[in-house]
């Protein structure tokens, strides 16, 4: 039983990777670099799908909030190749493959939903019209559509900011907080969706497993939560306070104002098809995440 993880070898593929592994999977990487546990990109291209693959999961894409790149069209061009020409490339290796695996799953974000403090979203409600960013999931889900005509069951997992000690925002914030300058990004009120990498990386692995599940499932964990009350969380599990406010303009001078809302505005998003098709999550609550991410031996 042979997964191929395009971007298998970043944050959430390395933890996608060994609980695939834990249960009774083989891994293949999809990496740009040529990786001995790995095939790159072009070797799909030339080649097609390596045999006997069960799952392709796609988790491919640069990483946006990398603040050594400015935020010009080039690298906004960059940002949406990375994730919608490797979704189609891995959409057309499959629809051409002699023997097809049984899943294709992707990774998208929350960003489909449209930023407001009042609305809620489950997976069955619109989006991915509204800015540059919510525009690009829409184009990067259509991206990986497979022929009508083939029996592939189809997964997209809208994450939300994935929370976890090895990567992603904790290692930015995690030392201010340690030492007491933790608070609030921006006015604190927007909607944080946050996940553990640990449920990700689990619901990903779950619609592996598990052949009823198709369709939309939301990423996010099920106990919502404001920037705020994800401040205070996390520092209060470090039994400090969250005093220092980050302000707006710090975010959209490094990031852009475009680019900054990922941080500045948020959407109140529910798992409801995540947890109607049956997944546990591990850290549901934000106490028990933050438990966990600010253990201090942990991160070694
Ligand atoms: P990482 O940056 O840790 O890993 C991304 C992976 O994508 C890398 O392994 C890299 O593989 C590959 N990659 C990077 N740039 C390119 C490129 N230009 N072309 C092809 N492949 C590329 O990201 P995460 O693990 O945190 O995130 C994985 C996916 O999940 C991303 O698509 C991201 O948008 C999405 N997501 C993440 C969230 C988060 O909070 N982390 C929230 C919502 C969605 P290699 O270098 O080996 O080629």
């Known amino acids: 039983m042979r997964v191929l993880i395009g971007g298998g070898t970043g944050f959430i593929g390395q933890h996608l990777g060994h609980l695939l592994q834990e249960n009774g999977y083989r891994v293949t990487v999809i990496s740009r670099v040529i990786r001995p546990d790995g095939v790159t990109w072009n070797d799909i291209q030339r080649h097609g799908l390596p045999k006997d693959c069960t799952s392709v999961v796609n988790i491919a894409g640069e990483n946006i909030l990398n603040v050594s790149k400015r935020w010009n069209d080039s690298f906004k061009e960059q940002v949406k190749k990375s994730r ?107 909607w944080f969706p946050w996940i553990h990498v640990d449920d990700i990386a689990g619901i990903l692995a779950y619609a592996v497993k598990n052949k009823s599940v198709s369709g939309i499932l939301n990423g996010v964990a099920p106990e919502a939560a404001t920037n705020a009350q994800f401040a205070s969380a996390f520092a209060g599990a470090m039994w400090r306070r969250a005093l220092i406010p980050m302000p707006s303009f710090v975010f959209n001078t490094v990031f852009g104002n475009e680019r900054a809302k990922i941080i500045l505005e948020g959407q109140k998003v529910i798992p409801k098809r995540t947890l109607e098709c049956g997944y546990k999550y591990k850290y549901p609550d934000l106490q028990s995440a933050c438990r966990d991410l600010s253990s201090f031996f942990g991160r070694f």
Do not use: C, H
């Open 84 to 190: 919608v020409e490797t979704n189609k490339l891995l959409a057309k290796a499959i629809s051409e493959a002699e023997n097809p695996p049984e899943s294709f799953i992707n990774i998208s974000g929350v960003a489909y939903y449209k930023p407001s403090e009042t609305d809620e979203y489950t997976e069955e409600s619109t989006g991915g019209d509204y800015d540059w960013l919510s525009k690009l999931t829409t184009e990067w889900e259509a991206a990986a559509t497979l022929p009508d005509s083939m029996n592939v069951r189809r997964v997209t997992v809208r994450s939300g900011v994935v929370l976890g000690q090895d990567g992603g925002m904790i290692q930015q914030i995690y030392f201010p907080f340690f030492l007491g300058f933790g608070g609030r990004m921006g006015t604190g009120k927007q």
